[in-house]
């Protein structure tokens, strides 16, 4: 089970050796996961405790809350992620200008020797830390010396290992800029092909104006403060998991459907495939579910009435159900 510490004075005393790496992890994607996957070797081979640390809120939105970029996941879904790696801990720093006003000598010595007990401290060539970003690697090898730690330089995955390739045809490294491309796009496919997993949202199930309902499509409507990167508008197909862990297959809605006037942009799920019950009584109001994007069918369309939409909706649930049932 890994250990979740949301302040420096949750690290139990005497606890080390460890290895160590830090950073925001948005998306936790296939980069992510081989630096992880690395460094919990590197710890396993030297009996020492494997911790990453992450900071919340994003720093992009604390110095430039204007230009911060829409995260992938919320924190929650991160350290579900990040926990289902292997980690032993995940160290969740508070991000303030209190914290980034450290030089890089007063972070490593205050959070990495003195808290975690780093043995290794594991970064990537282009690895920035400390007041302004003023630490780089050659100040973490500097820093390794003098306080008595190594350190080991890894490369995030790209196309060395994994055939993912972008628009033009070249190989692309992992990011999670990538996976926001994809995403901006409605590409889910390619956005699970970089995360290792189908991209997901969770939220509060609340009541909408319950349309779909009197056209015999229910939808669990997620509430705005639904954590997760919202991907283009279109319909999707997907998965919806229920606060108890049942996963449900699903034709997912994103966007404001045009086909009636007055409605916000929104996030929906229809359940299909329930036929030991009517689905008009599979009651989700109030749960925090997770929904998960598999496939884009369409984009959103304004259709000329309700007649034509309901035919395109029955058209949208028997492809969803041929792509989710297909793999």
Not at 105 to 118: I, M, N, P, R, S
Not at 244 to 263: K, L, M, Q, Y
Request: hydrophobic share 45%; proline share 5%; glycine share 10%.
């Amino acid at each position: 089970m890994v250990h979740i510490w949301n302040d420096l004075s949750e690290v139990p005393a005497g606890f080390g050796p460890s290895v160590v790496t830090f950073g925001n992890f948005d998306g936790v994607h296939r980069g992510h996961q081989q630096v992880l996957s690395q460094l919990i070797r590197t710890a396993r081979l030297n009996h020492a405790r494997a911790v990453a640390i992450t900071f919340d809120p994003h720093p992009a939105q604390v110095h430039r809350p204007e230009a911060a970029p829409e995260l992938i996941m919320g924190l929650e879904d991160k350290l579900v992620a990040l926990g289902e790696l292997g980690l032993d801990a995940v160290l969740v720093m508070k991000y303030s200008l209190e914290l980034a006003s450290l030089t890089p000598e007063e972070f490593v010595t205050t959070v990495l020797v003195d808290a975690l007990k780093a043995s290794h401290v594991v970064v990537g060539h282009d690895a920035r830390f400390g007041r302004g970003n003023s630490g780089d690697l050659s100040t973490m090898q500097e820093l390794g010396r003098k306080l008595g730690f190594e350190v080991l330089v890894i490369s995030e995955f790209g196309s060395e290992g994994f055939p993912i390739h972008d628009d033009d045809g070249t190989d692309r490294r992992c990011s999670s800029t990538w996976v926001r491309e994809a995403l901006r796009a409605g590409d889910v496919a390619t956005a699970a092909a970089v995360l290792g997993r189908p991209h997901r949202m969770r939220g509060e199930v609340v009541h909408g104006a319950a349309r779909g309902r009197d056209l015999g499509f229910p939808t669990a409507n997620l509430a705005p403060t639904a954590t997760g990167y919202i991907p283009a508008d279109g319909i999707y197909a997907g998965w919806l998991v229920d606060q108890a862990g049942t996963r449900w297959p699903a034709a997912i809605s994103v966007g404001s459907n045009p086909t009636f006037d007055g409605v916000s942009r929104q996030v929906e799920a229809h359940v299909i495939d329930r036929p030991e019950e009517p689905v008009e009584n599979f009651d989700l109001y109030d749960q925090t579910v997770v929904v998960e994007f598999v496939s884009r069918l369409r984009g959103m369309v304004a259709y000329r009435g309700p007649e034509a939409l309901v035919q395109q909706m029955r058209l949208d649930v028997v492809q969803a159900h041929n792509i989710l049932f297909a793999r």
